[in-house]
């Protein structure tokens, strides 16, 4: 004897259809600049690090979609500008079988935490090749992150609503 739990409204035949494919990651852009070289490698000071992190995501196909995790680091001597390290990481994910809001959280957190370790590694390289100190990111919660915005975007909209 087997036991079997019915499914209501066809949930588990959609999970089993739900499928993820990465097809593509890649450099899409990645630029390093160091204003203040040489002066600033004889600077003494304790540096400020300022991370800028931003996702956007573009459909390209039916089901395809191009997700660009842009890293911005800005290092800071004595308010000068030591350096200026962005890379765009880009992926090409294939989603179906998802409803819209898990698609949404997919590419909200998924993707980037699928794009992140590629980031890392090419931030790492940027400032290393620019006559640095190494610099390793620490892990990013995107998680958290997406859980916060949709915080804010549902305490927003009931604002905008009545204004």
């Given at each position: ?9 066809g ?27 040489p ?38 001597i ?31 957190t ?42 804010r ?11």
């Open positions: 004897m087997t036991d079997t739990a019915p499914v209501a409204n949930a588990d035949d959609q999970q089993q259809m739900a499928q993820v494919a990465v097809q593509k990651i890649y450099v899409k852009d990645a630029s390093f600049e160091a204003p203040n070289a002066m600033i490698f004889q600077d003494q000071g304790q540096p400020n690090i300022q991370l800028n992190l931003n996702q956007k995501v573009q459909t390209i196909g039916d089901n395809v979609y191009e997700v660009v995790l842009t890293v911005t680091l800005t290092c800071k004595n308010d000068k500008t030591a350096y200026l390290a962005e890379v765009q990481q880009a992926g090409i994910f294939g989603m179906m079988g998802f409803d819209q809001a898990t698609l949404h959280g997919m590419l909200g998924f993707a980037p935490n699928t794009l992140f370790p590629y980031a890392r590694q090419a931030i790492a390289a940027l400032v290393l090749d620019g006559g640095f100190p190494p610099f390793l990111l620490q892990p990013v919660n995107f998680d958290q992150i997406y859980a916060e915005n949709m915080r975007r549902a305490l927003e909209q009931p604002a905008a609503a009545t204004a």
